[in-house]
């Protein structure tokens, strides 16, 4: 078992920035993938960000690719996601998420891969 708490949300402005963070406990965090989704009101859970086990290998959706950065510290048993120029459409419930992926620098983008989530954090963006 791995638990994921998710904090750093918030309401930012338009073209501001909010650092997401997910801790982990349980199971060995580096033995896991992770990554990020969100799911706005009224829409479907999409995938944002995902980065390997090792941390050397990201992948981004095309809607938050250039402006967010998915990161982890193993030691701290810890990822992040750095949110800049936020927009209003990233308005949304965001959720992380550990998949357990066969090699160090495997990356999971479909949420059927990831056995764990957390409890979600609310990012409220203002036009």
């Known amino acids: 078992q791995v638990q994921l708490v998710e904090s750093g949300g918030g309401l930012v402005q338009a073209g501001g920035s909010l650092r997401l963070s997910c801790a982990a406990s349980g199971r060995t965090f580096s033995s896991y993938a992770m990554g990020w989704f969100r799911q706005a009101p009224g829409k479907e859970r999409e995938f944002a960000a995902a980065i390997s086990r090792s941390g050397g290998r990201t992948y981004y959706a095309d809607s938050v690719k250039g402006r967010f950065t998915i990161s982890r510290d193993n030691a701290k048993n810890t990822a992040y996601l750095q949110m800049n120029s936020l927009k209003p459409e990233d308005t949304a419930v965001y959720y992380c998420?550990?998949?357990?992926?066969?090699?160090?620098?495997?990356?999971?983008?479909?949420?059927?891969?990831?056995?764990?989530w957390g409890q979600g954090t609310q990012v409220t963006v203002s036009s």
């Open positions: 998420a550990a998949a357990p992926t066969p090699s160090g620098i495997a990356v999971a983008t479909i949420d059927r891969e990831y056995d764990y």
